[in-house]
Each structure stands twice: as C-alpha cells, then as structure tokens.
C-alpha cells in the first residue's frame, strides 16, 4: 500500500495508530504503528515490566502485583528514564488502592514519591493521581478503583502519543544525512514507548532522512551500550557505539552533526537535569559549534524552580562505580561519589524539543507559552 503519513496519532491500550491516505483504496484509514518494546503494560495479573538491568542479552518481565513491588522496582531501576517512571507512578497509585481502602492512598503516594527524587514526572503523575482521588471524594471504592485504574492506563496512552509528537517537531531539526550524538537512554524503554532523544531520530528515519547515530555508553549504569544501542540496533538503524570521554574527540573531528539528549526534570530558566554527562557533552558540543537539543515532554517541565541549582540531585549506591555486574573494579575503601544526574545550563541549550513545539532562548517565556498551550488542551 502506497500512503503518505498525515500528522495525526492516536494512542489506545498502549497501541499507536496513524492516520494515512490510502492511495489504492482512495481513502484516510487508521494505520497501527510499529509498536517498540513493551516497557511498561497493566494487565490482569498486575503491572508488567521489562527489566531494564537484564537487557540487552536477556528479555525478562517483572510482574508487580502490589505497589511496594512497583516502588522496588523504580528504586532498582528495573524501569528508569522519567516519563517511563512516571507511567510506573501511575500505575503503582492505582495497584496500590486495588488492595486498599480511601485510608491508605495518602501513604501508597508517598512510599512511591520517595522512590527517585530527581525525575519530576514521577511527581506529575502521582499529583495527577491525587487530583482525580479527590474529585471522586464519596465515590463507592468500586468506582474510585476503576476511575484510577483507567487513569494510569491513560498517562501512558498520552506519554506514547507525546513523544510522537516530539518526535515530528525534533525531525524537522535533524539533516538529511545526520550524525547524531545522544547520552543515556531516552528511547523507548525510558517511556510509555516510542521515546524522546530517540523518538526524534526515530521520526527522522520514519521521514525518509538518513541518519545515523553515535551513542554514549553512559558510565557508571551503561544505559547507553545496554539499552540505547539495544533498541537502535532492534529498529535497524546504523549505531556506532563509543565511551563517554571519546565525544569531545569525534566533535572536534567533525563527526557529530547535533546532539539530541532526553531530561529528567527541566527549571523554568531551561536549565536542563540529565543523566551524569549531558552536562560534559554540551560544553563539548557549544565548544564545537554543534547543536544541542534536549527533547522531553511537558510532564518534564518544573516551572515552580527558578533555576537548575534548585534541582534536588539523586545520588546512588557506591557499589555502581566500584563493581561491574557485582565483581569488584576498585580497590575496597576508597571513597566514592555517584550523582546520578548533573544540570546543564540553559546556555548550552540550543532548543528544547515538547510535544507542544520547540522553545528556544529566552526560555523562561517559551517554555511558560508551550506549558500553557499544554494547559489549554488538557
């Protein structure tokens, strides 16, 4: 079948189809998209997830059947990547209150708020989840259950449907014929699906340009050679994988067309929190004259921060520097710091890529107008 792709999407039970024109037939029909991994799914025995710490030679499935189950899995990154932590949020408030009375929701939100301090989406989502339970104050349990239920499906139905529609804005920004830098993971498995950094090179292959990507391996967690690399080399897309400290070298080479990075939670200013790096990398890329774009969705946006100093910054177990894969690669003793996240400054930021279009500088306006438009539409 000949089409040509209109840009309208529709996200149902985790299952995006497109509108496309049927030349043979002569008419619009919905199309199912390819579907990436599953990350994230509610089903009838609980919430499903793959895990994360086992790929990229290993495709396991966690199944979590209370909230506590979903909180662990958050705190040991079985899922990771903020919108996909967020759809998790979600989804553990709603797991939580099928076992439970109106009493304990209180307490369900805030064992799952303390699970990662970093990525505001996890925020979103449980405020969003608080917002509905009291709407639906002296509502049966029955019906209380049900509503949170389908509004966790929700989050991630519109988390998909968001980083398609990132993904079209930040196609427009990538050359045919593009080399592009990313850090971390923010593909598929760091969201409901499709993802951010990678749903831009995505949608650009999808456009018809030729793109190919050189990909961090992101020390100390790897997500750049484990998962990164993983899910570019499943979509068939030509991936050079490299170590962080060899960016600087293949900028300087002229190599890198642009950089394209997700975030876990951005300041008004448009000072960006990202994986431990991104911060390296865009000093690296504005040295080199290169482009950098940082795409994430509205969920991302912290509006209430002044500044990317404000950020509360995660740190994690020593053990993740010092072991690899629990065999020991330091000697026992030494002192160690693990910040899981650095904040880049907004200076560095070339554009910030939304579902709601692209901000530039002076961010403080551009991203308050693309948050309110999001405002409107909800």
């Known amino acids: 079948m000949g089409a040509l792709a209109l840009p309208v999407d529709h996200v149902l039970d985790g299952t995006a189809f497109q509108l496309q024109f049927d030349r043979v037939a002569g ?41 506590e189950s979903v909180a662990k899995a958050i705190e040991d990154m079985v899922i990771r990547g903020a919108p996909a932590i967020g759809v998790a949020g979600a989804m553990g408030v709603a797991i939580g209150m099928l076992s439970s009375d109106e009493t304990r929701f209180g307490a369900i939100c805030d064992r799952l ?38 509004e966790a499906q929700l989050v ?135 482009p950098f774009y940082v795409a994430a969705p509205i969920s991302t946006l912290d509006l209430t921060l002044a500044h990317g100093g404000l950020i509360h910054i995660e740190n994690r177990a020593s053990t993740e520097v010092t072991e690899f894969r629990g065999h020991p690669v330091a000697p026992a003793g030494v002192k160690v710091e693990n910040p899981a996240f650095d904040v880049t400054p907004a200076k560095y930021v070339t554009a910030i890529i939304t579902e709601r279009g692209v901000a530039r500088w002076p961010y403080d306006e551009s991203l308050k107008a693309l948050a309110a438009l999001a405002a409107v539409a909800s």
């Open 27 to 67: 008419a619009i029909v919905w199309v199912k998209l390819k579907t990436m991994v599953e990350t994230i799914e509610w089903t009838a025995d609980g919430v499903v997830m793959i895990d994360q710490t086992r790929l990229p030679h290993e495709r396991v499935f966690v199944t979590c059947r209370d909230y």
């Open 113 to 150: 708020a303390r699970t990662r301090p970093t990525a505001v989406n996890l925020f979103w989502a449980i405020d969003r989840m608080k917002a509905l339970f009291a709407a639906l104050e002296g509502q049966p349990l029955a019906v209380v259950r049900a509503r949170l239920v389908a």
């Open 156 to 290: 991630k139905d519109e988390d998909i449907a968001s980083c398609r529609a990132i993904g079209r804005y930040g196609a427009a920004l990538i050359p045919d014929g593009a080399t592009v830098l990313t850090h971390c993971n923010a593909g598929a498995l760091a969201t409901g699906g499709y993802g951010t950094a990678l749903g831009v090179i995505r949608a650009a292959v999808e456009a018809g340009k030729k793109v190919r990507v050189f990909a961090d391996e992101t020390r100390p967690y790897l997500q750049g050679s484990r998962l990164t690399a993983w899910e570019l080399v499943e979509d068939g897309i030509e991936t050079t994988l490299i170590t962080d400290n060899m960016a600087g070298h293949f900028m300087k080479a002229g190599r890198i067309s642009c950089v394209v990075v997700g975030a876990d939670r951005i300041a008004s200013n448009g000072d960006v929190a990202n994986k431990i790096g991104t911060y390296s990398v865009a000093v690296l890329a504005k040295e080199n004259g290169i």
